[in-house]
């Protein structure tokens, strides 16, 4: 393996590693007999998790409405971020595709003398986009006008009601930036971005840095440079403490490390955004009195409009990222507009429930109560999504703006990951949608024979593992896209074939190989370069091998580690198959460690899907004693930084899994270099809590306890867990 120090691998380098062997077995299987497409989803469904779960399944032509395929599709689910799909159409059908957000500045009838307004006012009307980079040109803007003093900075907010947190949003507590509040006066999804780096020696301050720094934060910066071989361990609080948003940064930074930036929501929109402006206007020379919230008199006069790019720009960004705030934005703003300021989430659901009576989904079918789809507030069946599909489908005002929105498998989006080599890939249109035991997809895809169908896949309550879902449903998607080719193609009996073949038994490379690759992949990773992703994605396509694939995965996080599709993919990539992990462990011998690291990072963040994915590797400690170590030391080291979230993770574990999490955890415990380890103490403070989290960790103190004594009894050796004498299966 090459050292950190030499030049990455060029793109022809890895271009052989490119053509390593597919899966030409699944592409030569018989099509499924009797049924089709029909039989095909049936096999899928029948003979994976998804025949466990509460599934609701409706398969459509999109311009007849022919039904292909159902299963319980009258049957009300939580359909998580697929509410999204009813918000922007309703959006799209009563404001139009060109709809602009307007940002205006006002003043009061002859309150400019000279160069000097007295009073300038900001009246928000709910753009989502209003980022720093936009409003110093509106800053810019304003100097333009010859402004060069202004007394005071009154912030008005008013055309949203005074509720910031909306449905579903109260149902989950804490600072991250999916939960960021709505205001008609926004600024960065109403969050900051927190820089944190390493100074300039052992034992110094990290450096933090705010975008935008204004002066509504107040910063505490309690981080320490450490050694550069230690684990970069930081998390971030932030909450309004006497009128002004109070950042405290904790935690150990690897001195000689990149900063790395995070997110956290904001709690009073229309003042960070005054901030915000009042220090750009400084910065243009224009000096600001005072920065208040007030409301801009009847007769103010207009004198400056910030204008959004077109409400259809904005629609294909809500869903290809499946932005939360973007979407409750637009709901509050299409309740304003439909039924009169202020907007509010009852007169949005209402302007989408009079869409949907036209679409053909009557008031009282269904339950509506924001417009983003987060947690438990939703339910809707697989017809009324399809009905919805079918409508939007044959408006042609509407119909490209709409389908041009949502993520293409293989491609873009938040499935730009999924459903790669199969059908399904380039010619799948559709939104996902994913809570906890909730996993959704619904959209439109291209068939053999260039039909459209309209689909929708609705999971609820499911066994076993997110990512055993998430497999099936793609392989119904890659069914759907097979459907209608020529008999004996066996296109269709290769989804129903992927869908329920193992992860580790997809086509494995040989050792040779597999370290040969993994070695090139994850040079091109450490030399952080975003400028290899591109070449690393295509490399992901081209591989089924899964110990290959969480190679490349997270070779992309390395180059690009602030880019949330790059984690995402990273995160996907990693499966609860312990031979997985294990086979890319010994490819890796004596050079980059992988997977654990950059997992550890991003679940000391308190981030819940890597928390699951960290407490799933688990199992694979039995594989080898140097691995059971490094598996031990992660979990405790998050432990320290995310302790509830971890017992979160704990809880929602199968039990053979949390079983084996739990004794590496207290194997980690153990052998921390910490004298007094914050997580039993945090696990008794959990404890006191009068709810179901409050009992499971009670009753988990006690078990840990006894694994961490157990440990603690045989750390008589330098590697605790005894190496297995039999290799995993390469």
Known sequence: MNSPARRAPSLAAILPLLLLPLAPSLSRAADPAPGGLDGALRAI???????????????ADAASGKVLYARDADVLLNPASNVKLFTSAAALARLGPE?????????????????????????????????????????????HLGIDRIGALVVDDSFFDAAQIGPGFDQEGGDRAYLAPTGALSLDFNTVTVLAGPGDRVGARGRIELEPATDLFVVENRTTTVKPKGRRRVTISSELVNGRQRIVIEGRLPLGSRPQAAR????????????????????????????????????????????????????????????NFIAEQILETLGAEAKGAPGSWAKGVAAVGDFLEGAGIPRGSYVMQNGSGLNDTNRFSARQVVTLL?????????????????????????????????????????????????????????????QVLAFSILVNDYPGRHAQVVRAVDALGGAMAASGGAPGAGAIAAAVALAK??????????????????????????????????????????QTDPALRLAIAESMYLSDPGSETARHGFLE?????????????????????????????????????????????APAAALDGRLAAAIADTLAEVAASAPSELVDALRAAPPATADAALGALGTGLARSDEADHPFPAALRALGAKKDALGAFARGLLPRLEQATRAAAAVQTAPTLVPASTAAPAR
């Open 264 to 323: 956290r929501k904001i709690d009073a929109p229309a003042l960070y955004f005054g901030s915000a402006l009042e220090g750009l206007l400084a910065l243009r020379g224009v000096k600001v009195g005072d920065v208040r919230a007030g409301v801009a008199p009847p007769a103010a006069r207009l004198v400056y409009v910030a204008q959004s790019e077109s409400l259809a720009e904005i629609v294909r960004r809500l869903n290809k990222t499946s932005n």
């Open 573 to 617: 990539a990693i499966s609860a198959d312990p031979q997985v992990m294990g086979r890319l462990w010994f490819a890796a011998a004596g050079g980059t460690t992988p997977v654990l690291p950059s997992l550890g990072d991003v679940a000391a963040e308190g981030a819940p899907d890597a928390l699951a994915k960290l407490v799933e590797l």
């Open 99 to 143: 709809y602009r957000f307007a940002t205006e500045f006002l003043v009061d009838p002859g309150g400019v003398a000279g160069r000097t307004v007295k009073t300038l006012y900001v009246r928000g009307k709910g753009d989502p986009t209003l980022v720093n980079e936009r409003l110093w040109g509106i800053a810019g803007e304003l100097r």
């Open 501 to 542: 073949a193992p992860e580790s038994a997809r086509t494995p490379v040989t050792p040779a190989a597999l370290a040969q690759a993994v070695g090139t992949y994850y040079a091109l990773g450490r030399a952080a370069d975003p400028r290899n992703v591109a070449a690393l994605s295509d490399a992901l396509r081209a």
């Open 390 to 450: 079918r409508h939007v489908y044959a408006r042609f005002p509407l119909q490209a703006e709409y389908l041009s929105s949502l993520p293409i498998a293989g491609r873009d989006g938040t499935i730009r990951w999924r459903m790669e080599g199969t059908e399904a890939a380039g010619r799948l249109r559709a939104k996902t949608g994913t809570l906890e035991n909730v996993t959704s997809l619904s959209g439109y895809v291209e068939n053999a024979a260039h």
């Open 45 to 59: 469904v029948e003979g994976t998790t998804l025949g466990g779960a509460r599934t609701g399944i409706l398969v």
